[in-house]
């Protein structure tokens, strides 16, 4: 594909489990443009999160290309709490914990931000995998940064189902309420919601298998991440009303979002609405409401994914990881 088609893409991650594949999948698709990865607070010890982004860009073998910068260490006014006990201990599985000696980028997440915005002005597409700390402070240094931007694509949320964290709420958006809602308030996001992601964007066995007997670095290291995820859905139920408990699945919040860039076609339903995040302490932090019967005297603002096509996702990140390019065969 010629590289001006390509969607120019910052990646907004707190790096563990399936983040990682979501990197991947930009890094290798030949339709998106990787410019460059910015960490935030989320869900492990932050210098893990640096190192584990910088190892699976290693792995993929563009390290010496695309830089990751980091960014905030902590949400804007709360304290959180990691979700090790899903991703486990350094966010990546099993014994992984990668000392790469990759320097990371000279400035700050937020001003890196900033600085893509207002030298591609119209260009560049943020696609958010993590509490949106980094956003908000890009937003705080250029208020004009909404009309700089491409697009906004933000894993996060919980459009009217329970959450992951609490039964209010979604992890990204709990861990920092106060970001998301001034980014809600200001951005026009597309969003890819828990709901979705555990009706549409959970495996199982069939395809843990089929990429098991994949002969590539990549299968290799989507089996070692994905192994904590399983557990835990096998004794919890992963946090969901769609997930029974020892049920053998993995939810792929993250790579779905950065699959529905790389190929919209995969998007079935959407739904325009407006949305607001509750940035209270107490039981319903987080909380994501969404006016999908529109009684509210506000205007949309959110672009809600509501269905993709789960055949055609499974295709992209296989041949992903089989191939080191998800195939352009639609």
Known sequence: MDDTNRTRVIIDTDTAGDDTQALVLAAVSDRIELEGVTICAGNVEFNRQVENAK????????????????????????????????????????SMFPETGVSSGDIHAARYIVQMARANPD????????PLTNLALALQLEPELPELLDQVVCMGGAVNTLGNITPAAEYNFWVDPDAAAIVLNVFEITLVDWGVTTRDAKLGPDIFEQIAQI????????????????????????GSAD???????????????????????????????????????????????????DVLPHPPNVRIIKSIDTDRFRTVLVDALEHADPHDTY
């Open 123 to 130: 260009e560049i597409t943020i696609v958010a995998i993590a």
């Open 215 to 238: 002969d590539t670095e990549l299968a290799s290291f989507y089996t070692t991440i994905i192994e904590p995820v399983r557990q835990f859905s096998n004794e919890s139920g992963g």
């Open 55 to 94: 190892y699976t860009l290693q792995t993929v073998g563009v390290a010496d290309e695309i830089t990751v910068y980091e960014g905030a260490q902590s949400p804007l006014q709360k304290t959180h709490d990691h979700a090790d006990n899903v991703h486990g201990e350094g966010g990546l599985g099993g």
């Open 243 to 293: 997930i029974d408990d020892h049920d053998d699945v993995a939810t792929h919040p993250d790579s779905l979002t950065m699959a529905t860039v790389l190929d919209p076609g995969i998007i079935e339903d959407t739904m325009q609405c407006y949305m607001t995040v509750d940035s209270r302490s107490g039981p319903t932090r987080g909380y994501s409401l969404a006016d999908e019967h």
